[in-house]
């Protein structure tokens, strides 16, 4: 089978290979990728950023979806014709995180799924939504599932006021899912473009950060001086201090990202004050993909994507870099 493949770091070090693929055995279940989404991670994967210590070749990318094409000795949740998606982190079923649970992330721990074929656990896979292509489908088990619980870990009742930051493919999910919700939505970009764009998904009102740097003062007179309910954030330390700032008493700031660089002092009195609730997200379980695609199933939502194809890979991860995309890329894979 083909595959892209990190021989060396570098994306244009990115090596289009033969692999050698092989039929399921007991529990296991293989599918034919159809189409597949991309992460920040994945562009650190690549570059050598996320873990320059990761064992080499490594097949990239967490996030798949395609049809069973074999299954092995034992498997009966699956059979060939199956629309399925692998979960993020193979071993993680049910219930709270653990150490064990969150080894065999797709594209880090193990291979993932920018290849024509994978092999996985019978368990590591759930069925998408019948109305989304492959393309919309791939966009879901990072991003998608991670916007999910970053919403969810808040407790938020219709109402609420979420804050999301860019419009990536977190953001984006997180925008679709609270207006889905009923709550109002506040964002900001460096784009005005991007955020007239975001006005139709939903998006309540937007700043553009570059015409105004200090937005956490913008997002407190959107909110009468109280503050959000909700941050979604995807920027990390350099803009964790103006999250907290423009964060309601008692709020939540569901830390998601890392894309800023170097910023202030992280205002420590400041979480005290607000008795802020800072809660890291890192994907989440089986269940709450199953969770989350029920709503979507219920809600016809469709996820924002960009395809490309299957030989465009080196230049979606420069797209992705130079933060020139809108939602999720993708790439259809051709057999």
Not at 17 to 23: D, I, K, L
């Amino acid at each position: 089978m083909q595959a892209w493949q990190i021989s060396t770091f570098g994306i244009d070090s990115l090596e289009f290979a033969e692999r050698s693929g092989h039929e399921p055995g007991p529990g296991e279940v293989q599918i034919r990728i159809r189409a597949v989404s991309f992460n920040y991670r994945d562009l650190m994967m690549v570059k050598g950023l996320y873990n320059p210590k990761m064992k080499l070749p490594r097949i990239p990318c967490s996030d798949g979806a395609g049809e069973v094409t074999a299954v092995g000795e034992g498997v009966s949740a699956w059979k060939p014709g199956d629309r399925v998606a692998g979960i993020f982190m193979q071993n993680w079923a049910d219930g709270p995180p653990t150490p064990a649970k969150t080894k065999g992330a797709l594209g880090g721990d193990i291979d993932g799924v920018l290849a024509e074929s994978v092999v996985l656990s019978e368990a590591g896979l759930v069925a998408v939504p019948a109305h989304l292509s492959f393309e919309e489908a791939a966009t879901l088990p990072c991003a998608a599932v991670t916007a999910w619980n970053a919403l969810a870990v808040a407790g938020l009742k219709p109402g609420a006021t979420v804050l999301v930051q860019g419009t990536g493919g977190v953001s984006i999910f997180a925008l679709q899912f609270a207006q889905l919700m009923g709550m109002r939505v506040l964002g900001i970009s460096s784009s005005d473009e991007k955020l007239e764009r975001a006005r139709t998904l939903g998006l309540h009102d937007g700043l553009n950060y570059r015409q105004m740097p200090d937005w956490d003062r913008w997002v407190l007179d959107q909110t009468g001086g109280e503050g959000v309910d909700l941050v979604v954030e995807v920027g990390g330390v350099g803009t964790l201090p103006r999250s907290l700032r423009a964060l309601k008493m008692g709020g939540t700031i569901a830390q998601i990202g890392i894309l800023s660089g170097h910023g202030e002092q992280l205002p420590l009195p400041l979480i005290l004050h607000k008795q802020a609730r800072i809660r890291g997200i890192y994907v989440g379980s089986r269940r709450d993909f199953e969770e989350m695609n029920s709503c979507i199933t219920l809600a016809a939502l469709k996820p924002v994507v960009e395809c490309c194809s299957w030989l465009q890979v080196r230049d979606v991860l420069k797209k992705m870099e130079a933060g020139a995309h809108f939602g999720k890329l993708a790439v259809t894979v051709d057999h």
